[in-house]
């Protein structure tokens, strides 16, 4: 089930999954794919701990230590995995579509 769920990874599942590559608690999550998408895709805390949750549930993250309310996560094989099969997806999808559109966009 998880691969179908999981199949193609919405802009925030994917920074929030290459976050997870280096263990961070939520508010680092969040700050990470910030930085990482160039301010483009901003994650709030609604959306993270709903991601986290069915990451955990899917085994594709776990939670490394609690200390009070603060918890650290970090990326499983299974979440390799799945980031790595949609990293290919992504390259895949620019590759088929350069001879198509890269003359349009050539200045």
């Known amino acids: ?18 976050s997870l590559l280096n263990e961070k608690c939520g508010v680092d ?8 998408s160039n301010g483009r895709v901003k994650v709030g805390p ?12 899917e085994h594709m993250i776990i939670e490394t230590s609690r200390v009070g309310r603060k918890r650290m ?11 790595e099969c949609e990293y290919k ?9 350069r001879e198509f559109l890269e003359e349009r966009y050539e200045e």
């Not at 997806?89 to 579509?97: C, F, I, M, P, W």
Request: net charge positive.
């Open 46 to 57: 609604g959306t993270l701990y709903v991601l986290l949750g069915k990451f955990e549930e």
């Open 1 to 18: 089930m998880a691969r179908e769920q999981f199949q193609n990874l919405t802009e925030p599942m994917y920074y929030v999954l290459i």
């Open 29 to 36: 999550i969040m700050k990470n794919v910030l930085d990482i």
């Open 73 to 83: 996560y970090k990326i499983t094989g299974k979440g390799k995995e799945i980031l």
């Open 89 to 97: 997806r992504l390259k895949t999808l620019v590759a088929e579509g």
